[in-house]
């Protein structure tokens, strides 16, 4: 079983910063992909980023590519998302999840954390 727990969310203004930390706890962690995904009210629940066990590979939404940094350390069992320059539209409840396969889709994903919120003002 793995646990994660999603902390650093709050709000900023447009063009700010904001980075995510996911702690988790289990073994089989550190053999997991993981990925952050978001949800913005009344819409599907979407692909932001994800990371290779290992951390030497990553992917992401082409809507944050080039503003948003997924890493991994996991001496310390924790995933992060870096996310700057950030729009409004980028507002939304942000879930870490680890699974073992290498995916966009959420379905893939077996771990899940509680979310947390993050509000971008204009």
């Known amino acids: 079983q793995v646990q994660l727990v999603e902390s650093g969310g709050g709000l900023v203004q447009a063009g700010g910063s904001l980075r995510l930390s996911c702690a988790a706890s289990g073994r089989t962690f550190r053999r997991n992909t993981s990925g952050w995904f978001r949800q913005a009210p009344g819409k599907e629940r979407e692909f932001v980023a994800r990371?290779?066990?290992?951390?030497?590979?990553?992917s992401y939404a082409g809507s944050v590519k080039g503003r948003f940094t997924i890493s991994r350390d996991n001496a310390k069992n924790t995933v992060y998302l870096q996310m700057n320059v950030l729009k409004p539209e980028d507002t939304a409840v942000y879930y870490c999840?680890?699974?073992?396969?290498?995916?966009?889709?959420?379905?893939?994903?077996?771990?899940w954390g509680q979310g947390t919120q993050v509000t971008v003002s204009s």
């Open positions: 999840a680890a699974g073992d396969s290498w995916s966009t889709d959420a379905r893939e994903y077996d771990y």
């Open positions: 990371i290779t066990s290992s951390g030497i590979t990553t």
